[in-house]
Antibody, heavy 115, light 108 residues
Framework: EVQLVESGGGLVQPGGSLRLSCAAS????????MHWVRQTPGKGLVWVSR????????IYADSVKGRFTISRDNAKNTVFLQMNRLRAEDTAVYFC????????WGQGSLVTVSS | SYVLTQAPSVSVAPGRTASITCGGD??????VHWYQQKPGQAPVKVIY???DRPSGIPERFSGSNSGDTATLTISGVEAGDEADYYC???????????FGGGTKLTVL
């Protein structure tokens, strides 16, 4: 069974940093692209970033480019999202998602940016 | 950037057919995916590549895509289908994933 479990969310002040992790199991992690998608409470889904299977290719939404960094550790079946210079508008539930076709989603981790 | 437009809400009586549309420039040339999200839960894919159903998704769910509109159709709507539905494509360069704003399906 495919499982994606996010962790690392919480409350952070504007300008601060946070690192999300997503532990994957039940599939060949090292062969899968991975994404982060976020959802502001009560609002829609917004794609944030993608990393290729071997970690050599990353891409970001314009709203987070230069502030967020996606990475992965295939030995530990884990993908990360390092979030720096956080803003109030980054407040959202962050989902870890598998595959080029976004076929499996984690349950999400809430990030709240507030003073 | 590529924009997908969905109506905020659709209402339908139980047993009837719900049609949820997703508009985009020449969306018929793209592969459209649909997700169902119930309150407090992660999204679940219900249609991929315009009209294919993942295993476990009832045959009541179907999709089509042509011109500037893609459509998710739910036949014989049940109370359990009440949820938010999102369409999604990859942009023209294929390097950004784009979601519609979502449609809330209410079963009367």
């Amino acid at each position: 069974e495919v499982q994606l479990v996010e962790s690392g969310g919480g409350l952070v002040q504007p300008g601060g940093s946070l690192r999300l992790s997503c532990a994957a199991s039940g599939f060949t992690f090292s062969s899968s692209w991975m994404h982060w998608v976020r959802q502001t409470p009560g609002k829609g889904l917004v794609w944030v970033s993608r990393i290729t299977a071997d970690g050599s290719g990353t891409i970001y939404a314009d709203s987070v480019k230069g502030r967020f960094t996606i990475s992965r550790d295939n030995a530990k079946n884990t993908v990360f999202l390092q979030m720096n210079r956080l803003r109030a508008e980054d407040t959202a539930v962050y989902f870890c998602v598998r595959g080029e076709s976004l076929d499996y989603w984690g349950q999400g981790s809430l990030v709240t940016v507030s003073s | 950037s590529y924009v997908l437009t969905q109506a905020p809400s659709v209402s339908v009586a139980p047993g009837r057919t719900a049609s949820i549309t997703c508009g985009g420039d020449k969306i018929g040339s793209k592969s459209v995916h649909w997700y169902q999200q119930k309150p407090g839960q992660a999204p679940v894919k219900v249609i991929y590549h315009d009209s294919d159903r993942p295993s476990g998704i009832p045959e009541r769910f179907s999709g089509s895509n042509s011109g500037d509109t893609a459509t998710l159709t739910i036949s014989g709507v049940e109370a359990g289908d009440e949820a938010d539905y999102y369409c999604q494509v990859r942009d023209s360069n294929g390097d950004h994933w784009v979601f519609g704003g979502g449609t809330k399906l209410t079963v009367l």
